[in-house]
């Protein structure tokens, strides 16, 4: 099993470089890959930041990477439920954090717009409260 980094993901999904893409869709084809939660977290960043990609076509192509057939992705449970949430309007990152706590008493943070969205989704696992 190959572990890829963001870059690898990034080529093939925006195909800005053609040589690269080649090789990154032909990798993700014939190979089985680990992808690290991190470099799923480091793909939003990316598609957000330097592309501007919106919210929803970012989950699209996360959950893509999520469900591919040859991928091992790190903390794939936590990577699909964030993605769920992040086109329910949460922000990826937090969207994560929270998945990852999963068997916590709650979740805790100073962002009240996170808490808000939390309680208008009835997200109830961790609760999320605000200090």
């Avoid at 990034?10 to 080649?22: C, E, S, T, Y």
């Avoid at 470099?39 to 929803?56: G, K």
């Avoid at 991928?71 to 990826?92: C, P, Q, S, Y």
Wanted: aromatic share 6%.
């Amino acid at each position: 099993m190959r572990a890829i980094d963001t870059n690898v993901l990034v080529r093939a999904l925006i195909q800005d470089d053609p040589a690269q893409a080649g090789r990154a869709l032909a990798l993700l084809r014939d190979h089985q890959v680990f992808v690290p939660v991190t470099v799923v977290l480091e793909l939003e960043w990316v598609l957000r930041s330097r592309y501007n990609f919106a919210p929803a076509v970012i989950a699209l192509a996360l959950g893509k990477i999520a469900s591919l057939e040859n991928a091992v992705i790190g903390e794939r449970a936590a990577v699909v439920a964030a993605t769920e949430n992040m086109a329910l309007g949460w922000d990826f990152a937090d969207a994560l954090h929270h998945a990852l706590c999963e068997g916590c008493d709650d979740f805790v943070t100073f962002d009240t717009g996170l808490a808000k969205r939390a309680k208008r989704n009835r997200l109830t696992q961790p609760p999320v409260l605000s200090l």
